[in-house]
């Protein structure tokens, strides 16, 4: 859903300056961030990345002063993933006053605190993967040593920022307008190539996965190769920055 949120986010921007306010540099929060980076590349290769990390996963002043400062340095676009509404409160208190900054809530439907600001989000819906564990250990066929890697196919992970829509409907009409040319659809509106791989990735990885190759890092090693797809092993050790992300990943 990042991967999505970034092809939002790179058609809209005016100053191809994205942002994203990260809790903490870990496997998980790094491939949020590249996703994000390379839907914005897929439709915009001129839009870049810059990360603020404020090592927590719930630090509204953190996450308020990260996000003020990625608008300051001219980014017009946020995503994070931090646990609480700071960014998408940023992002409307700027569209109020007249600055247009789109926001992406995480995990969550934020779009309802952010109604002029929120472009969409990514939603998490673990419920069916608990129901399919427990019916398994009630009927005896639990295997406790099975991950259990639910995405877009099963409806664990979703696209929007509300529970109805997608899009932010204030965005849609925007995103229908811009047009671009793909190699699989011809040319398409920014809003249908967007619903298309959306509708793809509900059919599985094998169909449409982001991390496609060729996938280079920020310092020119290639890291998937042109053909390949990130194993499930790789994304949930990736420690790089894709190559339209800015500076480099904390140690610490």
Same mark, same amino acid.
């Given at each position: 859903m990042y991967y999505l949120n970034g092809m939002m986010a790179g058609i809209l921007t005016k100053s191809n300056k994205l942002g994203y306010v990260a809790a903490y540099p870990i496997p998980e929060l790094i491939r949020h961030i590249d996703a994000y980076a390379l839907g +914005?590349? +897929?439709?915009? !290769?001129?839009? $870049?990345?810059?990360?603020?990390?404020?090592?927590?996963?719930?630090?509204?002043?953190?996450?308020?002063? +990260?996000?003020?400062? &990625?608008?300051?340095?001219?980014?017009?676009? &946020?995503?994070? $993933?931090?646990?609480s509404l700071a960014v998408v409160e940023v992002g409307q208190a700027h569209c109020e006053k007249g600055k247009q900054i789109y926001t992406f809530s995480h995990y969550s439907t934020m779009q309802a605190y952010g109604?002029?600001?929120v472009f969409s989000?990514?939603?998490?819906?673990?419920?069916?993967?608990? +129901?399919?564990?427990?019916?398994?250990?009630?009927?005896g066929t639990w295997? !406790?040593?099975?991950?259990?890697?639910?995405?877009?196919?099963? =409806?664990?992970?979703?696209?929007?920022?509300? !529970?109805?829509e997608a899009v932010n409907t204030k965005f849609v009409e925007p995103l229908k307008q811009? &047009?671009? =040319? $793909?190699?699989?659809?011809?040319?398409?509106?920014?809003?249908? &190539?967007?619903?298309?791989r959306y509708e793809q990735m509900k059919q599985g990885v094998e169909v449409f996965? !982001?991390?496609?190759?060729p996938v280079s890092d920020n310092k020119g090693e290639i890291k998937i190769k042109e053909g390949e797809r990130a194993s499930k092993d790789d994304l949930l050790s990736m420690m790089y920055f894709?190559?339209?992300?800015?500076?480099?990943?904390?140690?610490?």
């Amino acid at each position: 859903m990042y991967y999505l949120n970034g092809m939002m986010a790179g058609i809209l921007t005016k100053s191809n300056k994205l942002g994203y306010v990260a809790a903490y540099p870990i496997p998980e929060l790094i491939r949020h961030i590249d996703a994000y980076a390379l839907g +914005a590349k +897929a439709v915009n !290769p001129d839009a $870049t990345v810059d990360v603020k990390w404020i090592y927590a996963w719930y630090g509204p002043d953190k996450a308020k002063e +990260a996000a003020e400062a &990625l608008i300051a340095e001219g980014c017009d676009a &946020l995503a994070f $993933t931090e646990d609480s509404l700071a960014v998408v409160e940023v992002g409307q208190a700027h569209c109020e006053k007249g600055k247009q900054i789109y926001t992406f809530s995480h995990y969550s439907t934020m779009q309802a605190y952010g109604k002029d600001s929120v472009f969409s989000g990514q939603r998490m819906d673990w419920g069916g993967m608990y +129901a399919k564990i427990l019916k398994d250990i009630h009927e005896g066929t639990w295997d !406790p040593s099975q991950d259990v890697w639910w995405l877009a196919k099963e =409806k664990a992970a979703i696209l929007g920022g509300s !529970p109805d829509e997608a899009v932010n409907t204030k965005f849609v009409e925007p995103l229908k307008q811009a &047009l671009i =040319k $793909t190699e699989q659809f011809g040319e398409v509106s920014a809003y249908d &190539l967007i619903m298309k791989r959306y509708e793809q990735m509900k059919q599985g990885v094998e169909v449409f996965d !982001p991390f496609m190759g060729p996938v280079s890092d920020n310092k020119g090693e290639i890291k998937i190769k042109e053909g390949e797809r990130a194993s499930k092993d790789d994304l949930l050790s990736m420690m790089y920055f894709v190559d339209n992300v800015k500076g480099e990943i904390p140690n610490n």
